[in-house]
């Protein structure tokens, strides 16, 4: 059998940009984009098994990768997925001067 | 909107398609949800904040940078949009890595239908393709990863419907299909017989040319072999007749005079200025007597600062160091630099087929001395 045919994975050009306080804490953070979408995944997977076995159907592979979701099914995952980002974003996007349960509950300890 | 399945799109398992999904909806999140809160949070806390500490709001577009890059807001917003733009290459290439030697049989029996593609090996590749992969995207346009290759004409041609959150349409055909109703709405009874879409990349824009004037000969050139490759088998496996080649729009092989119609679309924000100009001279040299060019490409810069600043986001953040450039060409003039009569240039606002857009189409017409028409 042939040698399989590796693609890029890097892009040439200047180096990527810092966003954070720490080019390690952009990564993390990237890291957990691609976890997220295996997580969103992973929950379609599963909704698609429950709709195939509610239409009496076994939850085959084959039959996972047949499956085309109708309108109504893409428009909850739709939903599922941009809440699941709108969670993930709100710690990412709070100003500074919003992180101040911490420093407040330790002052009140005072 | 879903993408048309012709016969050389990638096929994606289910766990494929969800992740594709995920992506298109953290695009959709940062471009619909994220980008206007922006600019509210720009003209409601962080100019007021500066007209406070300075006397008068951020002037400048290093101002505008100045004030942006202090912003949780903002710097977030442009992680997001970094990195789901990196995800989104590696994801769908994955994909097309699994299935990349079927994917190259395929793209070679449908070339072998209809049309024609005319590859270059000895063709140069510019430094300022060379040195950086545009949008981010692993290998650019040129790469071949083995004989006969189409990874990077698959991957784009998925990647980019992904990435437009499905909005260019089922053959991601949105910003070609303007570019040829331009030519249309503009000179009505115009009946070109040969046409040439300048960068013509996967063919997006090379096909609505065809559709818009079916009866002419439909050029593409392009610089990467790859795209070029699976190009003209995805225009074959749709049923059209075109002509691909591998050449340099700075410096085609094709005689003067050879076109009717040389149009483009997205090609010039991604070359620096001298090889703009130098695709202008170009242009100018092929046209027929009569002959119409139109760039469709963003080529005025936004006054106003932070439009200007956002504008120019991929530059630093996408690989698109020349998009900034861009936006400083003076279309009329630079068209004259290139031989063409200044006075014959013209802007057509061209509506979106799919999406609530007004694209600014620039081009000229009968520029060729002893060929202007009545």
């Known amino acids: ?110 | 909107m879903s993408q048309f399945h012709h016969p050389l799109l990638i096929q994606e398992t289910h766990d494929e398609r969800a992740r594709d999904a995920f992506i298109a909806s953290l695009r959709e999140y940062t471009m619909s949800g994220l980008y206007p809160e922006l600019r509210r949070h720009y003209d409601e806390v962080l100019v007021p904040r500066h007209a406070a500490e300075h006397g008068e709001p951020p002037g400048s577009v290093d101002k505008v940078r100045a004030v942006m890059e202090s912003s949780q807001l903002y710097t977030g917003y442009s992680l997001l949009v970094r990195g789901t733009q990196e995800l989104l290459w590696d994801t769908v290439g994955e994909a097309v890595e699994r299935q990349l030697p079927a994917l190259i049989e395929r793209a070679a029996a449908a070339r072998a239908t209809r049309g024609t593609l005319e590859l270059d090996p000895s063709l140069p590749l510019p430094n300022y393709t060379a040195a950086v992969d545009i949008h981010v995207m692993p290998g650019g346009f040129h790469t071949d990863l083995a004989p006969d290759d189409v990874f990077a004409g698959a991957l784009y041609d998925r990647g980019v419907h992904v990435f437009a959150f499905g909005g260019l349409g089922p053959l991601n055909d949105e910003l070609g299909v303007a570019t040829a109703a331009a030519v249309k709405r503009q000179f009505p009874d115009f009946a070109p017989q040969k046409i040439l879409d300048m960068g013509c990349g996967a063919g997006h824009a090379t096909l609505p040319l065809a559709d818009a004037f079916p009866k002419a000969e439909v050029h593409g050139v392009d610089l990467g072999a790859p795209m070029l490759r699976y190009a003209a088998g995805r225009a074959a496996s749709l049923g059209y007749t075109i002509h691909f080649s591998q050449q340099d729009a700075t410096q085609t092989r094709f005689p003067d005079a050879s076109f009717d119609v040389i149009a483009s679309t997205l090609l010039l924000h991604e070359m620096p200025r001298p090889a703009i100009l130098a695709v202008l001279r170009e242009c100018h040299r092929l046209l027929k007597p009569g002959g119409v060019m139109l760039h469709h490409d963003l080529l005025r810069w936004p006054d106003e600062p932070f439009e200007a600043f956002m504008m120019a986001w991929t530059t630093r953040h996408n690989n698109e160091p020349y998009e900034r450039a861009s936006g400083t060409l003076n279309f009329p003039e630079d068209c004259a630099a290139a031989g063409f009569d200044r006075d014959a240039v013209f802007v057509v606002a061209q509506p979106g087929a799919y999406l609530e857009e007004v694209y600014q189409v620039s081009g000229i017409r009968g520029a060729r001395k002893g060929g202007r028409l009545p």
């Open chain 1, 1 to 110: 059998m042939a040698e399989p045919i590796k693609r890029r994975r890097k892009a040439n050009g200047p180096r990527r940009p810092q966003y954070l306080a720490s080019p390690d804490a952009d990564r993390a953070v990237m890291m957990l984009l691609a976890l997220a979408a295996e997580v969103s995944a992973l929950r379609e997977r599963l909704d698609t098994h429950e709709r195939l076995a509610a239409a009496g159907q076994p939850p085959l592979p084959a039959a996972i990768d047949a499956y085309e979701a109708p309108e109504e099914v893409e428009a909850a995952r739709a939903a599922a997925r941009r809440s699941l980002i709108d969670r993930m974003a709100r710690v990412l996007l709070e100003p500074e001067s919003e992180r101040t349960t911490a420093a407040a509950n330790d002052a009140r300890d005072d």
